[in-house]
Protein backbone atom coordinates (compact mmCIF):
# COMPACT_ATOMS: atom_id res chain seq x y z
CA UNK A 1 0.00 0.00 0.00
CA UNK A 2 1.16 3.41 -0.94
CA UNK A 3 0.73 6.74 -0.36
CA UNK A 4 1.65 10.34 -1.99
CA UNK A 5 1.28 13.58 -0.16
CA UNK A 6 1.62 16.92 -1.94
CA UNK A 7 1.97 20.24 -0.02
CA UNK A 8 2.00 23.83 -1.29
CA UNK A 9 1.83 26.57 1.44
CA UNK A 10 3.78 27.88 4.61
CA UNK A 11 5.87 25.47 6.98
CA UNK A 12 2.57 25.15 9.16
CA UNK A 13 1.08 23.17 6.16
CA UNK A 14 4.94 21.39 5.91
CA UNK A 15 3.92 20.32 9.34
CA UNK A 16 0.66 19.12 8.73
CA UNK A 17 1.88 16.76 6.01
CA UNK A 18 4.49 15.47 7.89
CA UNK A 19 1.90 14.42 10.47
CA UNK A 20 -0.55 12.89 8.21
CA UNK A 21 2.57 10.88 6.93
CA UNK A 22 3.17 9.67 9.95
CA UNK A 23 -0.29 8.63 10.48
CA UNK A 24 -0.26 6.90 7.18
CA UNK A 25 3.06 4.98 8.01
CA UNK A 26 1.70 4.02 11.60
CA UNK A 27 -1.14 2.22 9.55
CA UNK A 28 1.34 0.67 7.02
CA UNK A 29 1.56 3.01 4.09
CA UNK A 30 4.74 3.42 2.19
CA UNK A 31 5.47 6.80 0.26
CA UNK A 32 5.82 7.36 -3.27
CA UNK A 33 6.52 10.45 -5.44
CA UNK A 34 3.83 9.92 -8.27
CA UNK A 35 0.37 10.22 -7.16
CA UNK A 36 -0.96 8.00 -10.61
CA UNK A 37 0.98 4.80 -8.25
CA UNK A 38 -0.73 6.04 -4.86
CA UNK A 39 -3.84 4.40 -2.53
CA UNK A 40 -4.37 7.55 -1.01
CA UNK A 41 -3.81 10.79 -2.43
CA UNK A 42 -3.84 13.88 0.11
CA UNK A 43 -3.42 17.37 -1.58
CA UNK A 44 -2.38 19.62 1.28
CA UNK A 45 -3.52 23.06 -0.05
CA UNK A 46 -3.08 27.15 0.67
CA UNK A 47 -5.17 29.87 -0.01
CA UNK A 48 -3.39 32.65 1.42
CA UNK A 49 -3.26 33.89 -2.51
CA UNK A 50 -5.10 33.53 -5.44
CA UNK A 51 -1.78 31.56 -7.20
CA UNK A 52 -1.82 28.72 -4.92
CA UNK A 53 -5.32 28.31 -4.60
CA UNK A 54 -4.95 27.57 -8.29
CA UNK A 55 -2.02 25.54 -8.05
CA UNK A 56 -4.81 23.14 -6.22
CA UNK A 57 -7.36 23.44 -8.50
CA UNK A 58 -5.02 22.40 -11.68
CA UNK A 59 -3.76 19.60 -9.60
CA UNK A 60 -7.35 18.55 -8.51
CA UNK A 61 -8.11 18.44 -12.51
CA UNK A 62 -5.25 16.28 -13.22
CA UNK A 63 -6.42 14.06 -10.63
CA UNK A 64 -10.03 13.67 -11.79
CA UNK A 65 -8.99 11.25 -14.67
CA UNK A 66 -7.00 8.99 -12.08
CA UNK A 67 -10.19 8.80 -9.82
CA UNK A 68 -12.21 7.86 -12.38
CA UNK A 69 -9.68 5.18 -13.81
CA UNK A 70 -9.12 4.33 -10.01
CA UNK A 71 -12.40 4.74 -7.96
CA UNK A 72 -11.13 2.57 -4.92
CA UNK A 73 -8.31 4.62 -4.14
CA UNK A 74 -8.25 7.83 -1.73
CA UNK A 75 -8.39 11.67 -2.80
CA UNK A 76 -8.20 13.66 -0.01
CA UNK A 77 -8.25 17.39 0.23
CA UNK A 78 -6.90 19.02 3.35
CA UNK A 79 -5.60 22.07 4.87
CA UNK A 80 -6.74 26.03 4.39
CA UNK A 81 -9.16 25.42 1.25
CA UNK A 82 -11.06 23.71 3.38
CA UNK A 83 -13.46 24.98 6.58
CA UNK A 84 -16.79 24.46 7.80
CA UNK A 85 -17.95 27.11 5.50
CA UNK A 86 -16.45 26.04 2.36
CA UNK A 87 -17.04 22.46 2.65
CA UNK A 88 -20.21 21.57 1.01
CA UNK A 89 -19.28 24.06 -2.10
CA UNK A 90 -16.13 21.70 -2.34
CA UNK A 91 -18.22 18.74 -2.09
CA UNK A 92 -20.34 20.17 -4.94
CA UNK A 93 -17.16 21.84 -6.68
CA UNK A 94 -14.98 18.58 -6.76
CA UNK A 95 -17.25 15.52 -6.56
CA UNK A 96 -14.60 13.09 -7.16
CA UNK A 97 -12.83 13.88 -3.98
CA UNK A 98 -13.72 11.67 -0.86
CA UNK A 99 -12.73 13.78 1.91
CA UNK A 100 -12.20 16.84 2.43
CA UNK A 101 -10.26 18.16 6.00
CA UNK A 102 -9.80 20.78 7.78
CA UNK A 103 -6.09 22.18 9.07
CA UNK A 104 -3.91 19.88 11.02
CA UNK A 105 -6.84 17.91 11.90
CA UNK A 106 -6.85 14.62 9.61
CA UNK A 107 -9.17 12.59 12.09
CA UNK A 108 -11.79 12.24 9.34
CA UNK A 109 -8.72 10.32 7.35
CA UNK A 110 -8.24 7.66 10.02
CA UNK A 111 -11.91 7.11 10.90
CA UNK A 112 -12.66 6.74 6.91
CA UNK A 113 -9.88 4.22 7.18
CA UNK A 114 -11.16 2.56 10.06
CA UNK A 115 -14.19 1.67 8.41
CA UNK A 116 -13.54 0.38 5.15
CA UNK A 117 -10.45 -0.90 5.68
CA UNK A 118 -10.88 -2.77 9.24
CA UNK A 119 -7.50 -1.24 10.21
CA UNK A 120 -7.16 -1.41 14.36
CA UNK A 121 -4.47 0.97 14.48
CA UNK A 122 -6.92 3.77 12.49
CA UNK A 123 -8.78 3.46 15.44
CA UNK A 124 -6.03 4.19 17.28
CA UNK A 125 -5.17 7.24 15.53
CA UNK A 126 -8.46 8.21 16.53
CA UNK A 127 -8.10 8.15 19.78
CA UNK A 128 -4.99 9.54 19.86
CA UNK A 129 -6.28 12.34 18.08
CA UNK A 130 -9.22 12.46 20.61
CA UNK A 131 -7.38 12.30 23.64
CA UNK A 132 -5.56 15.48 22.51
CA UNK A 133 -8.70 17.08 22.16
CA UNK A 134 -9.16 16.51 25.68
CA UNK A 135 -6.17 17.45 26.93
CA UNK A 136 -6.66 20.79 25.40
CA UNK A 137 -10.09 21.20 26.34
CA UNK A 138 -10.29 22.11 22.09
CA UNK A 139 -9.42 20.97 18.84
CA UNK A 140 -5.36 19.80 18.23
CA UNK A 141 -4.85 16.63 16.20
CA UNK A 142 -1.28 17.68 15.46
CA UNK A 143 0.36 13.88 15.29
CA UNK A 144 3.83 13.39 15.98
CA UNK A 145 5.93 12.33 13.59
CA UNK A 146 6.62 8.35 13.24
CA UNK A 147 10.17 6.74 13.55
CA UNK A 148 10.23 5.57 9.88
CA UNK A 149 9.87 10.03 8.98
CA UNK A 150 13.34 10.44 9.81
CA UNK A 151 14.62 13.97 8.71
CA UNK A 152 17.50 16.20 9.85
CA UNK A 153 14.99 19.41 10.11
CA UNK A 154 11.62 19.06 11.58
CA UNK A 155 8.54 21.56 12.09
CA UNK A 156 7.14 21.09 15.49
CA UNK A 157 4.07 23.34 15.98
CA UNK A 158 3.49 25.22 19.03
CA UNK A 159 0.40 27.79 18.14
CA UNK A 160 -2.19 26.80 15.91
CA UNK A 161 -4.41 28.94 14.24
CA UNK A 162 -4.54 32.93 14.68
CA UNK A 163 -6.70 35.93 16.44
CA UNK A 164 -4.79 39.00 15.01
CA UNK A 165 -6.77 39.08 12.05
CA UNK A 166 -5.06 41.27 9.53
CA UNK A 167 -7.10 42.88 7.15
CA UNK A 168 -5.49 41.13 4.43
CA UNK A 169 -5.54 37.62 5.52
CA UNK A 170 -7.63 34.55 5.39
CA UNK A 171 -5.93 32.17 8.39
CA UNK A 172 -8.49 33.15 10.95
CA UNK A 173 -10.77 32.17 8.50
CA UNK A 174 -9.60 29.01 7.74
CA UNK A 175 -7.58 28.08 10.81
CA UNK A 176 -10.03 29.16 13.55
CA UNK A 177 -9.11 31.37 16.57
CA UNK A 178 -5.52 31.34 18.15
CA UNK A 179 -4.53 27.99 20.67
CA UNK A 180 -1.78 27.38 22.45
CA UNK A 181 -0.36 23.77 22.41
CA UNK A 182 0.36 22.23 26.33
CA UNK A 183 4.23 22.89 27.28
CA UNK A 184 4.53 19.10 27.70
CA UNK A 185 3.06 17.96 24.78
CA UNK A 186 5.24 19.89 22.74
CA UNK A 187 8.21 18.60 24.91
CA UNK A 188 7.97 15.13 24.51
CA UNK A 189 7.30 15.39 20.20
CA UNK A 190 10.66 17.71 20.78
CA UNK A 191 12.22 14.78 22.75
CA UNK A 192 10.34 12.57 19.61
CA UNK A 193 11.87 13.83 16.99
CA UNK A 194 15.76 13.56 18.38
CA UNK A 195 14.99 10.40 19.60
CA UNK A 196 14.68 9.89 15.57
CA UNK A 197 17.88 11.78 14.67
CA UNK A 198 16.19 15.05 14.09
CA UNK A 199 18.94 17.62 14.60
CA UNK A 200 16.90 21.08 14.18
CA UNK A 201 13.37 21.69 15.15
CA UNK A 202 11.85 24.72 14.21
CA UNK A 203 8.97 25.62 16.46
CA UNK A 204 5.68 26.99 14.32
CA UNK A 205 3.43 29.92 15.24
CA UNK A 206 1.18 32.18 12.72
CA UNK A 207 2.15 34.40 15.69
CA UNK A 208 5.23 32.45 17.48
CA UNK A 209 5.40 35.05 20.24
CA UNK A 210 2.17 34.44 21.52
CA UNK A 211 2.74 31.21 22.44
CA UNK A 212 1.24 30.38 25.73
CA UNK A 213 -0.66 33.41 26.67
CA UNK A 214 -4.33 31.80 26.32
CA UNK A 215 -2.73 28.59 28.28
CA UNK A 216 -3.75 28.64 32.11
CA UNK A 217 0.17 27.06 32.96
CA UNK A 218 1.27 30.77 32.30
CA UNK A 219 -1.65 32.49 34.27
CA UNK A 220 1.09 35.34 36.00
CA UNK A 221 4.09 34.02 34.03
CA UNK A 222 6.60 37.26 34.17
CA UNK A 223 8.57 35.48 31.72
CA UNK A 224 7.12 35.16 27.82
CA UNK A 225 6.12 31.93 27.88
CA UNK A 226 7.74 31.30 24.34
CA UNK A 227 11.29 31.61 26.23
CA UNK A 228 9.99 28.49 28.34
CA UNK A 229 9.69 26.46 25.45
CA UNK A 230 13.20 27.39 24.22
CA UNK A 231 14.63 26.60 27.43
CA UNK A 232 12.97 23.14 27.63
CA UNK A 233 14.00 22.05 24.27
CA UNK A 234 17.36 23.33 24.69
CA UNK A 235 17.62 20.56 27.11
CA UNK A 236 16.91 17.62 25.07
CA UNK A 237 20.35 15.93 23.69
CA UNK A 238 21.04 15.26 20.49
CA UNK A 239 18.81 18.79 19.75
CA UNK A 240 21.63 20.84 18.15
CA UNK A 241 20.06 23.81 16.58
CA UNK A 242 16.48 25.62 17.58
CA UNK A 243 14.77 28.25 15.40
CA UNK A 244 10.90 29.60 15.57
CA UNK A 245 8.83 31.39 13.24
CA UNK A 246 6.79 33.94 12.92
CA UNK A 247 7.24 36.57 15.35
CA UNK A 248 5.25 39.80 15.17
CA UNK A 249 6.75 43.28 15.83
CA UNK A 250 4.16 43.94 19.14
CA UNK A 251 5.22 40.73 21.02
CA UNK A 252 9.14 40.28 20.38
CA UNK A 253 9.88 41.14 23.91
CA UNK A 254 13.44 41.80 25.11
CA UNK A 255 14.13 38.59 27.37
CA UNK A 256 12.95 36.48 23.83
CA UNK A 257 15.43 38.29 22.18
CA UNK A 258 17.96 37.78 25.04
CA UNK A 259 17.26 34.01 25.30
CA UNK A 260 18.19 34.06 21.62
CA UNK A 261 21.92 35.46 22.40
CA UNK A 262 22.02 33.42 25.77
CA UNK A 263 21.14 29.85 24.48
CA UNK A 264 23.66 28.58 22.19
CA UNK A 265 21.50 25.96 20.48
CA UNK A 266 19.14 28.78 19.10
CA UNK A 267 19.95 30.33 16.17
CA UNK A 268 20.69 33.65 15.22
CA UNK A 269 17.84 34.06 13.04
CA UNK A 270 14.42 36.32 13.63
CA UNK A 271 11.46 36.52 10.98
CA UNK A 272 9.48 39.42 11.56
CA UNK A 273 7.40 40.99 8.50
CA UNK A 274 7.32 44.00 8.22
CA UNK A 275 4.50 43.83 5.04
CA UNK A 276 4.87 47.80 3.99
CA UNK A 277 7.04 50.84 4.59
CA UNK A 278 4.13 53.57 5.14
CA UNK A 279 1.83 54.02 7.67
CA UNK A 280 -1.20 54.94 6.23
CA UNK A 281 -1.12 51.29 4.82
CA UNK A 282 0.23 49.46 7.74
CA UNK A 283 -2.99 51.34 9.47
CA UNK A 284 -5.68 49.44 6.62
CA UNK A 285 -3.69 46.16 7.47
CA UNK A 286 -4.09 46.96 11.06
CA UNK A 287 -1.07 45.43 12.00
CA UNK A 288 -0.41 47.86 15.03
CA UNK A 289 2.43 48.57 14.49
CA UNK A 290 4.18 52.24 13.21
CA UNK A 291 7.26 52.19 10.75
CA UNK A 292 8.98 53.74 13.06
CA UNK A 293 7.79 50.94 15.93
CA UNK A 294 9.37 48.70 13.08
CA UNK A 295 12.90 50.03 12.68
CA UNK A 296 13.50 50.37 16.61
CA UNK A 297 12.66 47.03 16.64
CA UNK A 298 15.07 46.03 14.14
CA UNK A 299 17.89 48.14 16.02
CA UNK A 300 17.08 46.05 19.71
CA UNK A 301 17.27 43.04 18.08
CA UNK A 302 20.52 43.79 16.42
CA UNK A 303 21.67 45.04 19.26
CA UNK A 304 20.57 42.10 21.90
CA UNK A 305 21.63 39.28 19.62
CA UNK A 306 25.21 39.24 17.87
CA UNK A 307 25.38 38.23 14.49
CA UNK A 308 21.90 38.00 13.80
CA UNK A 309 20.25 37.83 10.36
CA UNK A 310 16.66 39.12 9.99
CA UNK A 311 14.04 38.17 7.00
CA UNK A 312 10.93 40.12 6.96
CA UNK A 313 7.53 39.70 4.71
CA UNK A 314 6.49 42.59 2.19
CA UNK A 315 3.07 42.76 0.31
CA UNK A 316 2.85 44.80 -2.45
CA UNK A 317 -0.39 46.46 -4.25
CA UNK A 318 -2.62 46.46 -1.22
CA UNK A 319 -5.93 48.03 -1.79
CA UNK A 320 -5.30 51.88 -2.11
CA UNK A 321 -1.37 51.68 -1.90
CA UNK A 322 -0.06 54.64 -3.95
CA UNK A 323 3.34 55.23 -6.35
CA UNK A 324 4.58 57.05 -3.28
CA UNK A 325 3.56 54.69 -0.53
CA UNK A 326 5.47 52.07 -2.43
CA UNK A 327 8.05 54.28 -2.58
CA UNK A 328 8.07 54.01 0.88
CA UNK A 329 8.36 50.85 1.23
CA UNK A 330 11.47 50.57 -1.58
CA UNK A 331 13.31 53.22 0.81
CA UNK A 332 12.95 51.50 3.97
CA UNK A 333 13.98 48.12 2.58
CA UNK A 334 17.27 49.73 1.29
CA UNK A 335 17.65 51.37 4.53
CA UNK A 336 17.45 48.16 6.85
CA UNK A 337 19.37 46.06 4.76
CA UNK A 338 17.94 42.89 5.81
CA UNK A 339 18.93 39.06 5.15
CA UNK A 340 15.72 38.29 3.46
CA UNK A 341 12.47 39.25 2.07
CA UNK A 342 9.66 37.67 0.90
CA UNK A 343 7.80 39.64 -1.40
CA UNK A 344 4.16 39.32 -1.99
CA UNK A 345 1.49 40.58 -4.57
CA UNK A 346 -1.44 41.66 -3.00
CA UNK A 347 -4.65 39.03 -3.86
CA UNK A 348 -8.01 39.74 -2.63
CA UNK A 349 -9.12 36.88 -0.40
CA UNK A 350 -12.47 35.99 0.52
CA UNK A 351 -14.27 36.92 3.93
CA UNK A 352 -11.39 39.06 4.44
CA UNK A 353 -12.02 42.84 5.88
CA UNK A 354 -9.69 44.39 2.87
CA UNK A 355 -12.22 42.42 0.58
CA UNK A 356 -15.33 43.11 1.79
CA UNK A 357 -14.42 47.08 2.52
CA UNK A 358 -11.56 48.35 0.24
CA UNK A 359 -11.34 48.80 -3.36
CA UNK A 360 -8.35 46.23 -5.15
CA UNK A 361 -7.51 49.06 -7.23
CA UNK A 362 -4.02 48.07 -9.12
CA UNK A 363 -4.01 46.13 -11.75
CA UNK A 364 -2.00 42.56 -12.09
CA UNK A 365 0.81 43.83 -13.85
CA UNK A 366 1.13 47.35 -11.73
CA UNK A 367 1.53 44.72 -8.97
CA UNK A 368 3.79 42.40 -10.27
CA UNK A 369 5.75 45.60 -11.42
CA UNK A 370 6.83 46.29 -7.45
CA UNK A 371 7.09 43.19 -7.06
CA UNK A 372 10.11 42.91 -9.25
CA UNK A 373 11.15 46.27 -8.42
CA UNK A 374 11.50 45.30 -4.97
CA UNK A 375 12.89 41.73 -5.42
CA UNK A 376 15.81 43.48 -7.60
CA UNK A 377 16.47 45.78 -4.99
CA UNK A 378 16.60 42.96 -2.14
CA UNK A 379 18.81 41.03 -4.71
CA UNK A 380 20.93 43.58 -4.71
CA UNK A 381 21.20 43.55 -0.53
CA UNK A 382 22.02 40.10 -0.29
CA UNK A 383 24.79 40.12 -3.16
CA UNK A 384 26.70 42.87 -0.95
CA UNK A 385 25.89 41.17 2.24
CA UNK A 386 26.72 37.67 1.27
CA UNK A 387 29.90 38.87 -0.03
CA UNK A 388 31.37 39.75 3.60
CA UNK A 389 31.50 36.03 4.08
CA UNK A 390 33.99 35.16 1.75
CA UNK A 391 36.99 33.56 3.07
CA UNK A 392 34.73 33.39 6.22
CA UNK A 393 34.34 30.08 8.48
CA UNK A 394 31.13 28.91 8.86
CA UNK A 395 29.35 26.30 10.72
CA UNK A 396 26.30 24.65 8.38
CA UNK A 397 23.97 21.80 9.39
CA UNK A 398 23.71 19.99 6.53
CA UNK A 399 20.42 18.38 5.12
CA UNK A 400 20.93 16.11 1.71
CA UNK A 401 22.56 16.46 -1.43
CA UNK A 402 21.83 18.02 -4.67
CA UNK A 403 23.78 17.48 -7.83
CA UNK A 404 26.31 15.78 -6.58
CA UNK A 405 27.12 18.53 -3.74
CA UNK A 406 25.82 18.76 0.17
CA UNK A 407 23.69 21.68 0.94
CA UNK A 408 22.78 22.84 4.50
CA UNK A 409 22.50 26.33 6.17
CA UNK A 410 24.16 28.04 8.52
CA UNK A 411 22.64 29.39 11.85
CA UNK A 412 21.78 32.67 10.33
CA UNK A 413 19.77 31.03 7.34
CA UNK A 414 22.04 31.04 4.76
CA UNK A 415 22.30 27.77 2.16
CA UNK A 416 25.70 26.71 1.60
CA UNK A 417 26.58 23.86 -1.13
CA UNK A 418 30.07 21.95 -0.59
CA UNK A 419 31.37 19.43 -2.29
CA UNK A 420 32.98 15.92 -0.23
CA UNK A 421 33.07 12.22 -0.54
CA UNK A 422 32.23 11.77 3.53
CA UNK A 423 28.74 11.30 3.86
CA UNK A 424 27.32 14.61 5.84
CA UNK A 425 24.00 13.61 6.29
CA UNK A 426 22.51 15.35 9.26
CA UNK A 427 26.31 16.27 10.64
CA UNK A 428 27.26 19.78 11.31
CA UNK A 429 30.20 20.96 8.49
CA UNK A 430 33.10 23.19 9.09
CA UNK A 431 33.12 25.39 5.57
CA UNK A 432 35.12 28.36 4.33
CA UNK A 433 33.13 29.80 2.34
CA UNK A 434 35.22 30.17 -1.74
CA UNK A 435 32.03 31.82 -3.77
CA UNK A 436 29.28 33.87 -2.48
CA UNK A 437 25.45 34.88 -4.83
CA UNK A 438 22.42 36.39 -3.58
CA UNK A 439 20.83 33.52 -3.16
CA UNK A 440 23.29 30.69 -1.90
CA UNK A 441 26.74 30.61 -0.82
CA UNK A 442 29.74 27.84 -1.75
CA UNK A 443 32.73 26.49 0.76
CA UNK A 444 35.11 23.99 1.48
CA UNK A 445 35.50 21.57 3.84
CA UNK A 446 38.19 22.66 6.57
CA UNK A 447 38.05 19.08 8.27
CA UNK A 448 36.81 16.55 6.35
CA UNK A 449 37.01 13.32 8.74
Known amino acids: MQYHVWTIGCQMNVADSQRVAAGLERLGYTATDHAEEADIVVLNTCVVRQQPEDKVVGRLQQLRNFKAKHPERVLALMGCMVGTREKAALEQRFPWVDLFLPPSD ?38 PPSEESYTVSAYLPIVLGCSHACTYCVIPYRRGAE ?3 PLETIVAEAQQLASQGVKEITLLGQIVDRYGYDLPEFAGATQTPLVTVLQR ?12 LTSHPNWMRDDLLD ?38 LVARIRDRI ?13 PGETEAQFEDTLA ?14 YSSRPLTVATRTMDDNLTYDEKERRRRELDQAQTRIL ?51 TWTGPWSLIGETIIDA
Open 106 to 143: PTELWAYLAQRELLDEAQTLIADAESRRLALGRTDTVL
Open 179 to 181: RSR
Open 233 to 244: VHEIEGVARIRF
Open 259 to 296: AVAALPKVCEHIEVPIQAGNDEVLARMRRGYTVDDYRR
Open 306 to 318: PGVSIATDIIVGF
Open 332 to 345: LLEELQLDKAHIAR
Open 383 to 433: KKLNARFEGQEVEVLVEGQKKGRWFGRTRTDRLVFFSAERNWLGHIARLKV
